[in-house]
């Protein structure tokens, strides 16, 4: 969704289970690991020349790593822990240039504060949000942003993808979201 908003054109590709779960890494190091696994993943059946971008995200709650919740009452309960607390989320980004072999990981973290949630709030939300495939089992977007009382931060990296960092390690490769984004005219691939 944030890449087709700068109208970039590219191609999802879901690699298998590749992601790692040991919750004894620090989080940076986890989600860059993980994101480096992605990429690692698409790019071996990728054309030369592809530009393959790989992503993890987790929440952080005074060292616990919140990933994707196995069910509705593990959602329920990371929920609950988040609620009128503060907390991380991280994303690790690796950008991989097939044809050149050039590899490039980094990391976002942004703190996220929640509201003091009501068990009943609670419940209208995982009922209007399918909370499985988020990290935390949230999301901002929609009615997600009533969870939340402030950022400190990116807000982009809560959605999943921080924008600012993605152009920022681009522009070490020679591209820039700037020149693609934008006007229809002069929209592309990176």
Do not use: W
């Not at 620090?26 to 990429?39: G, Y």
């Amino acid at each position: 969704m944030l890449l087709e908003s700068l109208g970039l054109r590219f191609t999802i590709v879901e690699p298998s289970d590749v992601e790692n779960h040991d919750r004894e890494l620090p989080p940076a190091d986890l989600v860059e690991l993980n994101s480096r696994a992605k990429a690692h993943c698409v790019a071996a059946h990728q054309p030369a020349d592809t530009l393959v971008l790989g992503a993890d995200t987790l929440v952080c709650l005074e060292g616990k790593i919140f990933g994707k919740p196995r069910d509705l009452d593990e959602a329920r309960q990371m929920l609950l822990a988040l609620s009128g607390r503060c907390h991380d989320v991280y994303t690790g980004i690796t950008l991989m240039r097939t044809n050149i072999g050039t590899i490039l990981t980094d990391y976002e973290r942004t703190a996220v504060t929640f509201r003091d949630l009501s068990v009943s709030d609670l419940e209208l939300y995982l009922e209007a949000v399918k909370p499985l495939d988020r990290a935390g089992a949230y999301t901002v977007e929609g009615i997600g942003g009533l969870l939340v009382e402030r950022f400190e931060g990116c807000y982009y990296n809560v959605l999943g993808l921080p924008l600012a960092k993605l152009d920022e390690m681009l522009r070490t490769i020679g591209a820039n979201l700037f020149l693609v984004a934008g006007e229809p005219a002069r929209r592309g691939s990176v």
